[in-house]
Structures are given as C-alpha cells and as structure tokens.
C-alpha cells in the first residue's frame, strides 16, 4: 500500500514538472521584442547637404510644410503656395495710338476709297450721286449726315470745276471732319478737381465687350501713372466678376466683388467707399449688359447711378457699343441715354470692318462724343478717339 501511495506521489511530481517547463517555453516564445534604443536628445542635427539648395530651382513656388497630428501616425501635409500673378506693364498711350492707327487705315479705307473713286468719274450724274449715297449709307454713316455731306461735295465740286485726287481728297477730307466734329472734348474725365477718386461706370449690352473695356480702360489709366480700383457691378452674368478681377490682377487692379445675383447698386457703392479708404485716383464700375427691351433691369441700372451719387457724383458714363451693329446700335444709345446721362462712347471692334460711319450717326444721335476705340482683341487695343486720325484711316493715304 505505502509502495503505491509512493509511486502516485512521484507521477504527480514527474507531470508537475513537465507542465511547467511547457508554460515557461510558451510564454518565452510570446514576449515582444525590446523596445528600441531612445535617440539621443542631446546629439546634433544632421548638417545640411551642400547639394540641396542648388537642386531646387529658385522660380518654383515656395512651400510650407504644415504639420498635422493626425491619429494615423501620417506624414506631414505638404501645402504648395501658389505663385503670385505677375503684374504687366501696359504699353504706352502714345505708342499704342500709332499702332492702331496704321491697323485702322489697313481695315476702313474701303470707303474712302468707294468715295474717292465714285467723285473721280468723268461725268457725276444723278446716278453717280445715288451710288456716293448708297456707299455713305451703307457705311451707317446715317441718313441726315448723309444727306448734308453729299450736297456739300456736290456744291463743292460744281464750285471748284476741277477734280484731281489731291483736290478730291483734300475737299473729303475737309467734309468728313465737319461731320466727325473736331471741337469736342473726348477727354476722359478721371480727376476731379475737388476731390479723389474719379468715378466712371460703364454700361451696355452684352456682347458689345463692356466687360473687357472696363478692364482695358484700367490698363490705360494704369500706363498713364493712375491707380485703381475695379467694381463687379455686373452680377448677373456668369463669371463677370471673375472676368474682371483677371483684368486687375494682370495690372495691380483691385476689385471689389460680391455674390453673384446679388445687388448690384451695393457692389457699386462698395467699390467708391473703398476707393475712398485707399485713396486711389479711379474708380470703373462695371455695369450688367441689360438688354434694353427689359424695363425693370434698366431701371436697376438707374438705381446703380442713384446709390454712387451718394458718395460723390459720377465723373463719365460711358456707354460701349458694337460698331458693327449698325442702326441696332443707335437704338440701345438712345434707351441708355434715357436712364443715365450718357457722357462719352467707346466703340468697338471697328477692326476689320468699313462700317465706320457709326462714329458720325451715334454722335448726332447722342449728342455726345466718342471718347474711346477698341480696334482688336489684344490687351492693349484700346485708345483715345482723334478725329483727324479716323478720317485719315477711312479715305487711306
């Protein structure tokens, strides 16, 4: 019996010991392995590589790193700056005239040209007369100016007896610039005697290119010395004040914006106001193209020149018109005059075009000067009106 009490004693011992032995190699097996060694805090930065400010080109926008404790553990966000627009130079007024002088004479002398051949003829008959008419008219020279200008040259040719192209042309060229008028201020007035900044807004309808010549204007004012600031008015139109801002940007331009659908009167007034704070010399404001069928939207133009009074009172309107739009054209001066007292006109595309009589029929229409051409689509094709430089470009050289 004690001999097996003995043997039980020792099985249990003997399995006792086996157990143990297993545990212990399995918990050795799960252990983690040692944390590594903690840096040494106390050590130096690594120097920098003497490689690596020449590897990274010096006109590539500057960036920023902005670290993020994301709960990831992820690496730092790397933020790229965007690169600041470059601020152009525009071209000279006086260079610009040149240019868009010889552009002009290259596009419009098919009527002088038209003129002077028809008044070259051996024998001006009735016919010959009707057809000087026709080419007048069809230059939306514009029936009443017309008429004077060809019992003029009638008159003129029956007195002198004698018609050489010199003569002709001198005598065109004499009645062409009574029409044209050369008395009239077409100076655009952006300084105000008594105060600062200057206000002009400009109004049209769309597709006359209102928008662009408000933003071509800035870069006139700006190459003459003058500092301005933009106002997006136009918020009805998609991506008006986005057309805009561009244009100021590109020379230092600041524009005032707000919601688009929103109130265009309080996008004006803000304009002048911070105008005033920054002490700019010019303010443009940037009217809606309404269409001049919609009696609501032009009475909201109205109520624009109304809130901007407030501040001071405008300087010019100044309304933009297609000069390939003909007699449609005189009828949306006419309705714009009506709301606004329109001050000076900016014709445009008169490039590539014999139509321009415009300037003759929308100046006795308005009773107002043409201050402004636009001849093309180039940033700087826009410049001052001189009347002897446009009757020059229709009757050529």
């Not at 690169?83 to 260079?95: H, V, W």
């Not at 002088?112 to 009707?130: A, F, I, M, P």
């Amino acid at each position: 019996m004690e001999t097996v009490i003995l043997a039980v004693v020792i099985a249990v011992v003997v399995l006792g010991a086996i157990g143990g032995l297993i545990v212990g190699s399995r918990r050795k097996k799960s252990l983690p392995p040692p944390p590594p060694a903690a840096p040494d805090i106390t050590a130096p930065p690594a120097e920098p590589h003497i490689g690596d400010e020449a590897e990274t080109p010096r006109d590539e926008p500057r960036r920023t790193i902005e670290e993020v404790d994301l709960p990831d553990g992820s690496a730092p966000v790397v933020v790229e700056e965007p690169p600041a627009p470059e601020i152009e130079i525009p071209e000279p007024t006086a260079g610009r005239l040149v240019r868009l002088r010889a552009r002009l004479s290259r596009s419009q002398n098919a009527l002088g040209k038209g003129l002077l051949t028809l008044l070259s003829r051996e024998h001006l008959d009735d016919d010959t007369w009707e057809e000087i008419e026709d080419t007048l008219l069809t230059a939306d020279v514009g029936v009443q100016p017309t008429t004077e200008l060809v019992e003029q040259l009638r008159e003129r040719v029956k007195v002198l007896g004698t018609r050489t192209p010199v003569e002709l042309r001198g005598l065109l060229r004499e009645e062409l610039l009574k029409l044209v008028g050369t008395d009239a201020d077409r100076v655009v007035k952006t300084e105000p005697a008594d105060r600062k900044p200057g206000i002009v807004m400009v109004v049209g309808v769309n597709g006359t290119g209102k928008t662009t010549t408000t933003g071509k204007l800035a870069r006139v004012l700006v190459a003459d010395g003058r500092t301005v600031v933009l106002g997006a008015a136009d918020t009805f139109r998609a991506a008006a004040a986005d057309q805009l801002q561009t244009w100021g940007e590109r020379v230092g331009a600041y524009t005032v914006r707000g919601p688009e659908g929103g109130d265009p009167a309080s996008v004006a007034f803000d304009a002048v106001k911070e105008g005033k704070e920054m002490g700019v010399d010019v303010v443009l404001i940037d009217t809606a193209g309404r269409l001049h069928t919609k009696t609501g939207l032009m009475d909201e133009l109205g109520k624009v020149k109304r809130v901007v009074e407030k501040h001071a009172p405008l300087d010019e309107v100044l309304l933009v018109l297609d000069a390939t739009t003909g007699q449609n054209g005189l009828v949306q001066a006419r309705v714009f005059a009506e709301v606004v007292d329109i001050t000076g006109i900016v014709l445009t595309k008169l490039d590539g075009t014999a139509k321009g009589g415009i300037v003759i029929a929308v100046q006795r229409e308005l009773g107002v000067p043409v201050k402004l051409i636009g001849l093309g689509e180039g940033a700087d094709d826009l410049a001052p009106f001189e009347p002897e430089a446009f009757v020059d470009a229709l009757i050529g050289d």
